[in-house]
């Protein structure tokens, strides 16, 4: 650059005008450095980053199921280990960019570490105790409430493309987890479920209004340094030994979960709530399709047609015209 070029001013906000700090501002994905950005490569983006979250999401769920195969799913153990791989990688790849001593500064820090932990533990459990298929189609009404909360909390528009995604692919859940079968009676891990759906929502609503003020791998230590605090202790007493290969699982469990956060929570930076929780609705297909290919399960044909109606739901909502998010100057 020409030593009397004027060169743009280095706005903080992810575009204003003709200029972005792109790929980092202050997500720390890469080097600093000018470049136009366009309302549809900001919402192109961040597509590809929540795709690549519900992928992490769910090789991370089917290395957890493999662990149940294995006989060695501890609950806790498996929590402890997601966060404390977590805190890892922070360390070494956002050292500079992470804050810790706002995780106690910051009140929204500490709703979002409280309520992630307690709803990443209370997922865990219901999957448990009333199985994965009706405690994912339960779970994921997160996406319903997340809209909702983001039109009252963010002032987000509620499109009618996110309510009517949203009804055919929570549709497909249930006729891919098979919710309505005979012996499906309510109790009380159905409520947990619909708690644990209620903290996912108010969690993805919260990244978005900490986005204005907290790095992304600060969200993230939030959750993983309180989700410890929540599970250190009940891991280390109900920890049982287990062989080299569950210790292995556990730990590619643990890097695809963290994987999965990051790029989930740098994705709601630039992507509407009610979409971007809508996407990761793709987790419970690649789960049933997982179950398939490594777990020879198999089927029916309502299941199938459960599959599309997620595919469509999500299609329906993720290919449109991109219109600025909230926090996007243009």
Not at 117 to 128: D, I, P, R, W
Not at 136 to 141: A, D, P, Q, R, Y
Not at 205 to 232: D, K, M, N
Request: net charge positive; hydrophobic share 50%; charged share 10%.
């Amino acid at each position: 650059m020409p030593p009397h070029s004027k060169r743009p001013k280095p706005y903080t906000r992810c575009n204003f005008g003709q200029y972005s700090l792109t790929p980092l501002d202050r997500a720390g994905f890469g080097r600093v450095f000018y470049a136009p950005m366009t309302a549809h490569s900001t919402h192109r983006r961040a597509l590809l980053l929540m795709l690549a979250s519900a992928a992490s999401f769910t090789t991370n769920v089917l290395l957890v199921r493999s662990l149940g195969e294995m006989h060695a799913a501890n609950i806790w153990l498996v929590s402890a280990a997601r966060f404390i791989v977590g805190l890892a990688i922070i360390a070494v790849v956002y050292r500079r960019e992470f804050q810790p001593r706002h995780l106690y500064q910051n009140s929204k820090l500490i709703e979002r570490g409280l309520i992630g932990s307690c709803g990443v533990y209370l997922t865990y459990q219901t999957v448990v105790k009333i199985g994965a298929g009706r405690a994912i189609f339960i779970g994921n009404t997160y996406v319903i409430w997340g809209a909702l909360l983001a039109a009252w909390m963010l002032r987000e528009k509620l499109r009618p493309a996110v309510l009517v995604g949203g009804v055919a692919a929570l549709a497909g859940i249930a006729l891919l987890t098979n919710v309505f079968a005979a012996d499906a009676h309510p109790g009380i891990y159905d409520l947990l479920a619909v708690v644990a759906a209620l903290f996912s929502a108010y969690v993805v609503v919260t990244i978005r209004q900490l986005h204005g003020s907290e790095h992304t791998s600060t969200i993230f230590a939030a959750q993983c340094a309180y989700g410890l605090l929540l599970c250190l202790i009940p891991a280390c007493i109900t920890f049982k030994p287990i062989s080299p290969l569950a210790w292995l699982v556990i730990l590619l469990a643990s890097i695809t979960a963290a994987a999965g956060q990051l790029t989930m929570t740098r994705a709601f930076r630039d992507l509407p709530v009610g979409e971007g929780s809508l996407l990761q609705m793709l987790v419970p297909l690649g789960i049933a399709v997982g179950g398939a290919v490594f777990f020879h399960e198999h089927f029916a044909a309502h299941e199938m047609v459960g599959a599309a109606l997620i595919l469509g739901g999500t299609a329906f909502t993720a290919v449109r015209k991109p219109t600025p998010s909230p926090d996007t100057i243009t």
